[in-house]
């Protein structure tokens, strides 16, 4: 499949000159680009690294990129090279190269959220970094979004079930098509390059990705260049055809009425569909009936919001591959801090590996706040007491009614003390009003769970650790 073409054109606005390409719309293609990662990685983490890239020069099939120091450089190339990539060549087909210089005068703004300066004296030019672009699909596939490094749990399970079904035996029946859906950034992208890198890895079938926005733009621009016959035949002759993002299409009547047709072409010459989207096909409104009754009738899975497990063993393994250790209790800390979207919370974790690794210092509680103040903030709430309460007794494993329980014993004694005491720490409750949320205690209780805890924290510091832990994850 081809990108956009265009046609010869004297460029005299000099700083982006391409072989035929308008420089302001180079410039498009990168502002484009550069909100797509800004949504992909998150705003602090765009901020942090990305917003630093400056576009250079376009020739032919290259595009160059410049950078304010080799650090920088070095590090973009490291975490987003491949992506770059990627972004490029779905933007323009033609480009095969991105290049990553480094260059004088480009803005160097603070690394991270201390305002630590990366622009320390700039080395001269290294040898420009130069990274291939597979040019085997509409868009690339992003070589890091494998089944391998996919996380399976509970909320996952069956759409992750679904996708390998579909990358061992596209078209089999009750399979075809695959609509996955769920919210921001909890993996259906990832499923659908997966499925994909598998089906191309093995050589059997031709596979066209692309999302909805961009199946739009290039539908207007086959009808501008009168060639819709070839759009139509290029897509009409893949095996399998995956569009992300279908909402996109809601309110594009012709859009969606060249994608029904597609779809329908390709279903009955058997050939498999997967699409993805944030809402079932039922609760698409804006989408044409009969598309929605047809997405909806093949295999449709929803990928629900993670659980803090879930959480849990996706920042282990992005730990574990990184190389540099993070201690559980971080990875717990910001399992409970940062709930919504895998995207953030992925984001979040390269901003604490990039930070030990440029500071070479051990990623620590302390650490973590300080370098992610931001995010922290942003995630922050007013805690309640019905809240504390929760997250105590998940974290001693004990049943939440033994907060307002009689019982004595001192695994469900000790739990309800602590979340007392923070209670009157973290909230502005007075001693009488916890007390009476913990089935209506006096208010001397509560003193006395207060001190008994403080007291405590000073004799063993594995228990302090564990208050804090709590403290750290609840506050505002
Ligand atoms: N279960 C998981 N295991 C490992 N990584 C995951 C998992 N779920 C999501 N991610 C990672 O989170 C990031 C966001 O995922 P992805 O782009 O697939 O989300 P999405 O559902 O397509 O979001 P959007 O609705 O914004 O298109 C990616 O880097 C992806 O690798």
Redesign the pocket.
Known sequence: MTGFSYPDHDDDAGHTVSSGIPAEILEMHWARICARLQ??VGEVEYRTWLKQITLGPVDEDEVTLFLPTRFLRDWVRGQYGDRLNDLWSAEIAAVRRVELQVQRGTPARAASAQGVAVDAPVPEPAPPVVAEIRNDLAAPLDS??TFD?????KP?EFA?ACARRVAERPSSAGFNPLFLY????????????AIGSELVRDGRVSVAYMSAEKFMYRFIAAIRSQSTMQFKEQLRSVDVLMI??LQFLIGKDNTQEEFFHTFNALVDAGRQIVV?A?KSPSDLSGLEDRLRTRLGCGMVAD?HA?TFE?RI??LE??AQASGVPVPPKVLEFLAHKITT???E??GALNRLIAHAQMFGRPVTLESTQEVLHDILKAHDRRVTIEEIQRKVAEHWNIRLTDMSSARRSQAVARPRQVAMYLSKQLTSRSLPEIGRKFGNRDHTTVMHAVSRVTDLMQLDSAFAEDVELLRRMLES
């Open positions: 949504t992909e890091r979004f490094s996919f996380v399976v749990g996952n992750y769920g919210g921001v950034g909890l993996g259906k992208t990832h499923l659908m390059h992300d993002d993805s944030d990928i993670t879930l063993s996706i393994a992005k979207n895998v995207r919370l992925e």
